[in-house]
């Protein structure tokens, strides 16, 4: 039987501390930069950082008109120089610790989608940061489209996000997705400190009663379902991720409206997360197509909590 250090040591190696490598960055030079630069800020202390590279793309539709690089202040679209200086001064002032660091800075033209995966690809960076206004209705369609795209985690921050991070929420359908999702959001913790919660939420369809002829009330075969979960859950647990059923605590609840992403964010208000995990893609080309619904409307009406895709 092995020992209770061997068990502490098989736990730790199947787990690495979270830590930002290389990362693309996107800035729109608008007001959902300050809140995603902060809560950077905020990260690079407990997570190591390593190579970021910043950029703005300038949609075409915009590349004949001035470049705004702080409110009231313009350049010609030729100052490209005067525009780095710009976009590297504000992000040195609001990451100050990582200023000496390895960063580059990039402005272009074109289509921010393919710029961005672009960029992507040729720094081999295994995470893409994106910011998001709390009135652009229109920005899940770019996260929507560049997560079917691109390999790399995206993480993607609201305006309004919290530059906290106390609690996890992981939605999970037990499949390989929620297992790369659980287990980032594991590591995340190692890297932060005991203080965080992780929650992992599933909803499941509730069978309907009338199907089922069983000599018990409604009030015990609801109870009979929940408990069913709940053993389910522990079952996938100990085979997927063994030693760790005590650090997640699973929010298990039969769906009770047409829109589940809706319900996962509402209990994600509930519990105060400050961060939402979800593992929605694998690593083949089919799977990158493949964006749950889920998932789209998720990063849709969230207007608050950062969301960390992961692949």
Known sequence: MPTTSEKTTAKDKALQPFTIGKAVVGLGLDRADEPL???LNFLSGPIPMEGLSFIHVIPNTRKRLPLVIAPGVEVKREDEEEAIRALKERVQQALPAEAAGNMEYFIDDGSPLEKLLALVKEKEAGL???GRKADAYNHGVLSKNIIRQTKADVL????KAKTELKTILVPIDFSDNSVRALKTALSIKKQIGEGVKIYA????QRPNLMAYKLNM???RFEQNI????E???EKFMNEELPGYLDEIEPILI???MPDVAHQIMNKAREIDANLVVIGCKGHSKLELMLLGSTTETLLNIDTSIPALVVS
């Open 128 to 130: 893409l940061v994106l």
């Open 226 to 229: 929940q408990e069913n979960h």
């Open 156 to 159: 993607v921050i609201p305006e």
């Open 37 to 39: 630069l902060q809560y």
């Open 231 to 233: 053993k389910g859950f």
């Open 217 to 219: 009330t409604p009030e």
């Open 201 to 204: 939420i599933n909803i499941y």
């Open 254 to 256: 039969w769906r009770d």
